[in-house]
């Protein structure tokens, strides 16, 4: 199984479009089902995230061969082209940074997750939701099954951002998105 945790339905709509995935009403978080996926849209921000990931992975237990990837948006340093697919290496909090496991040949930078909309730029990728996952994922997975694939919207920038342009930056990324959750 594959776990796919989103914060927004503008990034999670794409997915399941692309797999073909059927709503279900088990939880309180919309929860799509299909082809050994499993998404759930968490909403924004750390508590969100803990508990939409705490609520999916109690509702249906993970088995030893399963992965949980977070696929979204971040804002991210102005290198990083906006559009680019990358990957957490390491995870950023206030307290030390968290070494991740990560997928082969996708750009692999440190991502910081925030409390708060970021408007200042910063050397890491940067977004809310990812270390509230991580925290919730970790109490029924390893650590090297946890993956967190983001897709660079803006620079620091987050009026430049809407639905329509998250929507357009996960589809632009589906046939290698898929790829990446075959890969075990």
Known sequence: MHYIVCAFRAEARPLVDYFGLKREK???WPLYRGRGICLIVCGMGKDSAIAA???????????????????????????????????ASTLHTTKQPIPLATFPNVRAIPLQSVDSICKEACDYAVD??????????????????????????DHFDPEAVDIHKVSKLITNHLTQLETLLSYQ
């Open 26 to 28: 088990t939880l309180p």
């Open 53 to 87: 990931t705490a609520a999916l992975l109690s509702r249906f237990p993970p088995a030893q061969t399963d992965i949980l990837v977070n696929i979204g948006i971040c804002a991210a340093p102005s290198q990083v082209p906006i559009g680019t697919l990358i990957q």
């Open 128 to 153: 809310m939701e990812a270390y509230g996952i991580f925290t919730a994922a970790r109490r029924f997975l390893p650590k090297a099954q946890i993956r967190f694939l983001k897709i660079v919207s």
